[in-house]
C-alpha cells in the first residue's frame, strides 16, 4: 500500500471577499508542484460562496466536473440551457466535453453556501456536453457508501466518462467499515469531512485528507461522528 496525507492546513486558500476557497491541488493563483493532481483527480475545491455571489459565465472542456453541496443551494446556468438550482443532499455532474460554457451563483439572498467542486480527467475526448443532477437521502449514507457517481448510465446514481467512482459515508462513533477498490489500479482519495478518522495508521480530523494506492481496500475507522467523502480514481490514465 502506497499513501499520502494532505493536513486541512496545508491546502492553498484564497481570500476573494465573496468566495473562501480552498483547494487541495494547485488551482488559479495557487501552485504547488507536489500537488498537481491525484491519479486522475485534478481538483478537489472546498468553497464557501457568499450570500448573492458567485461565479459568472465561463468555459470549461474535456473535464468531468462534479458539485456536491454540502449547505445552501447553487444555481447553476449554462449553454446548454440548463437552468437548476442544486441544493445541499443534491450532486451535479457536467461533463464539458467539446466546450460548454456555465455560471454558478448563490440562489440565496442571506445565507452562505458551502460546495465541493471536484474535476476529473475524462477517459474520452470531445465528448457531447451533458448535465446530470439527482438527490439522496442523507440516511442511504448512515454508516454505508452511498454511491453518488460511478463509470456506468446503468448504477446508482451519476455517471462520468472515467473509471471512477465517489461515494459518501456517514460513521457513527466507534465504528469500521471496510472500503473496497472497484478498479485495478485505482486509487482512493478520502476527504474527511467532519468527526475524527484513522485510515492506514493516519489520523484524519475534519477537512484532512488521505490518498491511497496500491492496495485492494482500506479500513476506515471513525473514532467520532462524521461523513467522509471517498473519490476512486485511474492512478495511471
Do not use: C
Not at 450570500?51 to 443551494?73: C, Q, V
Not at 449553454?79 to 448563490?106: P, R
Amino acid at each position: 500500500m502506497q499513501q499520502e496525507f494532505h493536513a486541512s492546513s496545508t491546502r492553498g486558500f484564497a481570500d476573494h471577499g465573496w468566495l473562501q476557497a480552498k483547494h487541495s491541488f494547485s488551482f488559479a493563483s495557487w501552485f504547488n508542484r507536489y500537488r498537481m493532481h491525484f491519479g486522475a483527480l485534478r481538483v478537489l475545491n472546498d468553497d464557501i460562496v457568499a450570500p448573492g455571489m458567485g461565479f459568472g459565465k465561463h468555459p470549461h472542456d474535456n473535464m468531468e466536473i462534479i458539485t456536491i453541496t454540502l449547505k445552501g443551494s447553487l444555481k447553476h446556468e449554462d449553454s446548454m440551457g440548463f437552468s437548476e438550482v442544486i441544493h445541499a443532499g443534491e450532486v451535479q455532474v457536467m461533463s464539458a466535453g467539446t466546450g460548454i460554457y456555465h455560471s454558478e451563483f448563490n440562489a440565496s439572498q442571506t445565507e452562505e453556501i458551502n460546495l465541493f467542486q471536484l474535476w476529473i480527467f475524462p477517459n474520452q475526448q470531445e465528448v457531447t456536453p451533458r448535465y446530470q443532477q439527482l438527490g439522496y437521502e442523507n440516511s442511504d449514507m448512515k454508516d454505508a457508501f452511498l454511491q453518488l457517481v460511478s463509470p456506468n448510465p446503468d448504477d446508482d446514481g451519476l455517471w462520468i466518462h472515467q473509471t471512477a467512482w465517489i461515494h459518501m459515508i456517514d460513521m457513527s462513533p466507534n465504528t469500521m467499515q471496510t472500503y473496497t477498490l472497484k478498479h485495478p489500479g485505482n486509487g482512493v482519495y478520502l476527504m474527511n469531512i467532519e468527526g475524527e478518522k484513522v485510515i492506514a495508521k493516519q489520523t484524519l480530523g475534519a477537512r484532512d485528507a488521505l490518498g491511497v494506492w496500491e492496495t485492494p481496500s482500506i479500513e476506515i475507522q471513525a473514532k467520532e461522528q462524521g461523513r467522509l467523502l471517498l473519490i476512486e480514481v485511474p492512478m495511471q490514465f
